[in-house]
T-cell receptor, first 110, second 119 residues
Framework: GDSVTQMEGPVTLSEEAFLTINCTYTATGYPSLFWYVQYPGEGLQLLLKATKADDKGSNKGFEATYRKETTSFHLEKGSVQVSDSAVYFCALSEDNDMRFGAGTRLTVKP | KAGVTQTPRYLIKTRGQQVTLSCSPISGHRSVSWYQQTPGQGLQFLFEYFSETQRNKGNFPGRFSGRQFSNSRSEMNVSTLELGDSALYLC??????????????????FGPGTRLTVT
């Protein structure tokens, strides 16, 4: 069945560092791909999405490109801030079914 | 448009008791999914309801049940609580059209969660 694998955390970075969180997926067809973010004490928030190959989702300085050839949807940000500290989840949706990765905890230090 | 709301936000129960959690989806959303989140197991899918019918179910014991009302609000119930049921319970809604012409999107919008502590 469909599945999502994302890099294990935790990830600790200094402020203004470059961020990459890897995500790869397995799907039978053409899924939609998502990144969600969960701040402490809150539910998950949709961060960005891409619905077809080569689409780039972006929001709040974060970007991810839907790469069908490598079945990947890596999350990137050029300069992280302390306020980006959170847990990030990669997810896919296909045939009205949703699959989440295990989550990657990011801590950004001043 | 109001987001997904969950009540109560925090709950403390004793082993053996039962608990009911409530979720109100975004207006117009007919699909409601429930998840259990724990530090050890991560985010685990419990079940999904669409138009008052359970559409999908995860791998949880029968002590976990749910239902959905005609206004799309959903409740989940856990009976005979165990210490291991302590978790953040998240509800998510989506604008899903099953077999109905028109737009449909399965991206999920989450509520803030209910933090359940079992002592």
């Amino acid at each position: 069945g469909d599945s999502v694998t994302q890099m294990e955390g935790p990830v600790t970075l200094s402020e203004e560092a470059f961020l990459t969180i890897n995500c790869t997926y397995t799907a039978t067809g053409y899924p939609s791909l998502f990144w969600y973010v969960q701040y402490p004490g809150e539910g998950l928030q949709l961060l960005l999405k891409a619905t077809k190959a080569d689409d780039k989702g972006s929001n709040k300085g974060f970007e991810a490109t839907y790469r069908k050839e490598t079945t990947s949807f890596h999350l990137e940000k050029g300069s992280v801030q302390v306020s980006d500290s959170a847990v990030y989840f990669c997810a896919l949706s296909e045939d009205n079914d949703m699959r989440f990765g295990a989550g990657t905890r990011l801590t950004v230090k001043p | 448009k109001a987001g997904v709301t969950q009540t109560p936000r925090y709950l403390i129960k004793t082993r053996g008791q039962q608990v009911t959690l409530s979720c109100s989806p975004i207006s117009g959303h007919r699909s409601v999914s429930w998840y259990q989140q724990t530090p050890g197991q991560g985010l685990q899918f419990l079940f999904e309801y669409f138009s008052e019918t359970q559409r999908n179910k995860g791998n949880f014991p029968g002590r976990f049940s749910g239902r959905q009302f005609s206004n799309s609000r959903s409740e989940m119930n856990v009976s005979t609580l165990e210490l291991g049921d302590s978790a953040l319970y998240l509800c998510a809604s989506s604008f899903l059209n099953m077999g109905i012409a028109g737009p449909s999107s399965y991206e999920q919008y989450f509520g803030p969660g209910t933090r359940l502590t079992v002592t």
